[in-house]
């Protein structure tokens, strides 16, 4: 019972409403909803990638890749394909996160050597002045190799304040949502 009531409410949160057992998208048409993600290790190459993707496919981009041209589009991205009556478009997503190194992202995105380097040329200012959250540092749950470069993490010993200044960012990041917000841990967890 208490699954389904959060499975509910989630649902509520991101666009749906329930009626009789099944699912309608709520009065709000697609372009008032907006959804934002928080993404702790945004600067990482899961979090840039991800970055590069959805701007990518937000400004319908073209390049040209190893072996071909590549048109950004959301093939197999489930919220918009055949669901996307139901979801709110990702083209007036935010995304916002925390890492604890000070790179920006653009520049992150063309060390990780990941995508394409034209792709990476058309997107790398935009995600350069993309603000980061500074990070909470325990080198405890920090691989040595991270720690000369965490340059970018909130410094307290006292737990409670980290734990403020991580709800300060997060309502921070909701007002300028304004909708419902996910966030998603991409950071490293080696020890």
């Known amino acids: 019972m208490l699954k389904s009531f959060f499975l509910f ?8 409403a329930a009626k009789k057992n099944h699912l309608r998208p709520l009065s709000a048409s697609k372009e008032e ?6 993404i702790v290790g945004l600067g990482g190459a899961n979090g840039v990638t991800c970055v590069a993707g959805l701007l990518a496919n937000k400004r319908k981009l073209s390049w040209e890749g190893e072996k071909r041209k590549i048109d950004a589009d959301w093939t197999a991205c489930l919220t918009q ?3 996307k009556d139901f979801c709110a478009s990702l083209d007036n997503a935010e995304i916002g ?3 604890i190194r000070e790179t920006k992202l653009g520049d992150a995105l063309a060390e990780a050597r990941i995508l394409d380097r034209e792709l990476v040329r058309k997107v790398r200012d935009e ?3 993309i603000p980061i959250y500074s990070g909470i540092w325990d080198k405890r749950y920090i691989g040595e190799s991270q720690h ?15 734990l403020e200044k ?12 304004n909708g419902h ?11």
């Open 81 to 83: 394909g055949k669901y």
């Open 181 to 191: 917000t996910t966030i998603i841990w991409s950071a490293s967890v080696e020890a």
């Open 127 to 129: 995600m350069n002045g």
């Open 148 to 162: 000369e470069t965490a340059t970018n993490v909130f410094e307290s010993s006292n737990h409670l304040e980290k």
């Open 33 to 38: 909803r907006k959804v934002g993600c928080l």
């Open 166 to 177: 991580l709800r300060r960012d997060i309502r921070q990041f909701k007002k300028k949502v």
């Open 97 to 99: 996160g925390w890492d």
């Open 9 to 16: 409410q989630f649902l509520v949160e991101v666009g749906f």
